[in-house]
């Protein structure tokens, strides 16, 4: 499973060579590894129907015990084929579709980025591994939507995408190290089988609150659901991909991986419901009176989000069928009427409702495609839509709260059935106005692609039991340990479920005659926007700037001093805090009385430092530094390490030498800080250095490993032929480390002696 990953990632590096070596058939030649891995993947369907499951495991951070490992089972499967499946669509559709612009190269590798990166998600076995990729989607998305960075609009949806997600993200990164350290295991297949751990644990609402965070941001769920609207800037394959495979649905399939784990309790169940309820409303509500087309489907797939993630917080075994039944059915034809846009937008030179109507003279073929997708999002049978429709109703139907939740649902499925409407009816339908240019229908490239994910939900729908269950239920047993599937079928009856469908649907015609008026509303309370989700998020983006100059200010003075008070501050404050709670104060024995030189010796330091620090003179400041390590020198000596002190007292004088070489033509000191500073500064640099003392005497008694100086002996004279077992570590054993911390002093004595050259060729300057 790493080779599909990495084979797409490869690709994509060579995707501008091959855009420059066969423009006009790159994206055919490149959709043919996305269908070559759908294909790959298929031949797993056998096993995972049994039960059965692959493991795939390489060494990632083997000191840590992380592993690269990836996991595919019913679930992984599903998305898996999704994501190649309708890769290749949008990869061969934009082969005409983007094929001659300037950026084509560019644009394929990134969509095969995207790619990798979802599958990545999907496959991914290991937590931190999951995130790797995670915040892969979020980098790739980014440069897709602002593909056409000169675009302001294209901009600010790229930077606001990648906001949003990215704090999601980093929410969820939280909560799955808090779950890994909960079930001590960040294998996600491991974690399956530790749900009653994981819900009997105190933190419990902690990481679950996080991860669902993530997983909203990541799905467009309300209050994060701005972003994906404003990712509209993106070029229509792009949107198509999104929408219907990929980044969107990486949110929801975290939350169905994790439902076994963290699924089942109260606090699941209320979330995810609540929240997915007022998406699914949300979306819905705002989807007919938009007439962008690509933002009104945009908002309609928002709804579905919605109803996904409320059907993954109901507690009973057909809200989990009806989300994946659901899942598949939406991926076909969304994809199918995003790409149908596309192609309006390329044949009539527009994609605004309120200008379009009676393109189905002009753009046969491309009405078909727009006509059996839009039916499919209505739910008509024998569409795949009409199968999911039927299993949201029935789930809800049998929800604890039912009442509510209904009202709710067959609400928003008739503004879903009116945004269906204006996508398909007005600009195909409608009556005809002015376009851009002279409508023509889509090349035959164009719409037979847009026409497979179509057709696929027409052949799903009427054969479900062939098309649909093969690929769900496997999935099904992956997400819920005690799920019973319920057959698949286009008719149960005259059923209560039934009645409710058809409902929907002439609510929704009822809605859609009154789309002009929604339109009107909207623009009359547009205003109101402001107070939403729309609003809080450019005040948000101010109050981050705000913060951000404000801190930048207090900390980036341009004074050394200051950055140096603020580096020992911290340093007191997390390391000395930590040190107090953490590390035991190491008992001060002494092994002999000092003798008498080393007493002198050790006053000779304390005395040149406290020197160092009060004089008003640099060059006294300088001499007195060069007590310090002349006296260190001798205690380096009496303490059995005289090649160590001969090489301190060399680097105590050159250090001597370059700094009166640099500062001999400054000027003296001069008193600018307070008394009450100063003294703050002591008591600083006093806590720095007993917090350095006591971490020292604690590191003595730390043995991490064994002690390599009965090595460096033993291989001394055989390898390096020397006795004097310091200098041959130095000479020999690190011979690189030696040689590079002689460059950085003679680096730094070049830069130095060229700022004093640089001082005295100064204007005015002695």
Avoid: C
């Avoid at 309370?525 to 609003?535: C, D, R, S, T, V």
């Amino acid at each position: 499973m790493l080779i599909p990953v990495v084979s797409v990632l490869a690709l994509a590096v060579l995707a501008p060579g091959v855009h420059r070596l066969a423009p006009r058939t790159a994206g055919l030649l490149l959709a043919l590894l996305p269908v070559g891995l759908t294909l790959h993947f298929a031949r797993f369907l056998p096993t995972v129907t049994a039960g059965g499951s692959v493991s795939e495991r390489h060494d990632w951070v083997p000191a840590l015990g992380v592993q690269l490992s990836f996991h595919l089972d019913g679930l992984a499967l599903l998305f898996t084929l999704l994501v190649t499946g309708m890769g290749a669509v949008v990869l061969a559709f934009s082969n005409d579709y983007l094929g001659h612009h300037r950026g084509a190269g560019r644009f394929y590798a990134l969509l095969l980025l995207f790619m990798a990166s979802m599958l990545g998600v999907v496959l991914a076995d290991n937590a931190l591994g999951l995130f790797v990729f995670w915040e892969l989607t979020t980098i790739s998305s980014f440069l897709l939507i602002g593909f056409d960075h000169e675009r302001e609009e294209a901009r600010a949806g790229a930077q606001e995408a990648l906001l949003i997600t990215t704090l999601g993200g980093l929410a969820m990164l939280a909560g799955l190290l808090l779950l890994g350290e909960a079930a001590d295991t960040s294998e996600l297949s491991t974690l399956r089988t530790r749900g009653e751990l994981v819900r009997a644990h105190p933190r419990y609402l902690a990481f679950m609150l996080l991860v669902v965070v993530g997983a909203l941001s990541k799905s467009a769920q309300v209050p994060f659901h701005r972003w994906l609207l404003s990712a509209m800037a993106a070029p229509t394959p792009v949107s198509a991909y999104l929408h219907s495979a990929t980044m969107v649905n990486a949110g929801i399939y975290l939350l169905a991986r994790l439902t076994p784990v963290l699924g089942g309790t109260t606090e699941w169940s209320a979330t995810l419901t609540t929240v997915g309820a007022a998406t699914m409303l949300t979306g819905a509500l705002v989807a007919p009176a938009q007439h962008d087309l690509k933002r009104l489907l945009a908002s309609s797939t928002i709804s579905a989000l919605g109803a996904l993630t409320m059907l993954l917080g109901i507690p009973h075994a057909a809200a989990t069928q009806a989300a994946l039944v659901l899942l598949l059915a939406h991926a076909l034809y969304k994809g199918a009427l995003f790409l149908v846009v596309g192609m309006v937008d390329h044949g009539a030179g527009s994609r605004d409702a309120r200008e379009l109507g009676g393109l189905r003279a002009f753009m046969p073929r491309t009405t078909l495609v727009a006509v059996t997708a839009g039916l499919s999002m209505v739910g008509v049978p024998p569409l795949l839509g009409f199968l999911g429709k039927e299993s949201l109703l029935d789930a809800v139907l049998r929800a604890p709260w039912w009442g509510l939740l209904v009202t709710v649902v067959a609400a928003a499925k008739m503004f879903d059935v009116a945004a269906a409407l204006v996508v398909v009816v007005d600009p195909f339908f409608g009556r005809s106005g002015p376009t851009a240019h002279a409508p023509h229908d889509a090349s035959p490239a164009l719409w037979l692609t847009a026409l497979v994910p179509a057709a696929g939900g027409l052949a799903a729908g009427a054969l479900p039991g062939m098309l649909v269950e093969p690929w769900v239920l496997p999935a099904l047993r992956n997400v819920g340990p005690h799920v019973e599937p319920a057959p698949l079928e286009l008719w149960h009856g005259f059923t209560s479920t039934l009645a409710l469908s058809v409902a929907t649907v002439a609510g929704g015609v009822l809605v859609w005659r009154q789309v002009p008026a929604l339109r009107d509303l909207r623009a009359r309370w547009g205003g109101m926007a402001k107070w939403g989700p729309g609003g809080w998020y450019p005040l948000a983006l101010r109050g981050v700037f705000w913060l951000a100059r404000t801190q930048t200010r207090a900390l980036q003075t341009g004074r050394l001093r200051s950055y140096v008070f603020l580096t020992a501050l911290a340093a007191v404050g997390l390391v000395g805090g930590a040190a107090l709670t953490r590390v035991s104060a190491p008992p001060l024995t002494v092994s002999r009385p000092l003798l008498p030189h080393e007493v002198v010796t050790s006053l000779l330091l304390l005395s040149g430092a406290v020197f160092a620090a009060t004089t008003t003179s640099r060059q006294s400041a300088l001499a007195s530094l060069a007590v310090v390590g002349l006296a260190a020198s001798l205690l380096f000596t009496f303490f059995g390490a005289p090649d160590l002190g001969i090489t301190q007292v060399l680097v105590d004088i050159l250090t001597v030498i370059m700094l009166l070489l640099a500062f001999r033509r400054l000027p003296g000191f001069h008193k600018l800080t307070s008394l009450a500073s100063r003294l703050r500064d002591v008591a600083i640099s006093l806590a720095l250095g007993g917090v350095v003392a006591v971490l020292l005497l604690a590191a003595q008694r730390i043995q991490v490993a064994p002690a390599i100086s009965s090595g460096m002996v033993a291989r001394s004279v055989p390898e390096a032929h020397g006795r004097n077992v310091v200098n041959v570590i130095l000479v020999d054993f690190r011979a690189l480390d030696t040689l590079g911390e002689i460059t950085v002093l003679a680096l730094a004595a070049v830069g130095v002696h060229g700022l004093v050259k640089l001082r005295t060729r100064m204007p005015g300057r002695a």
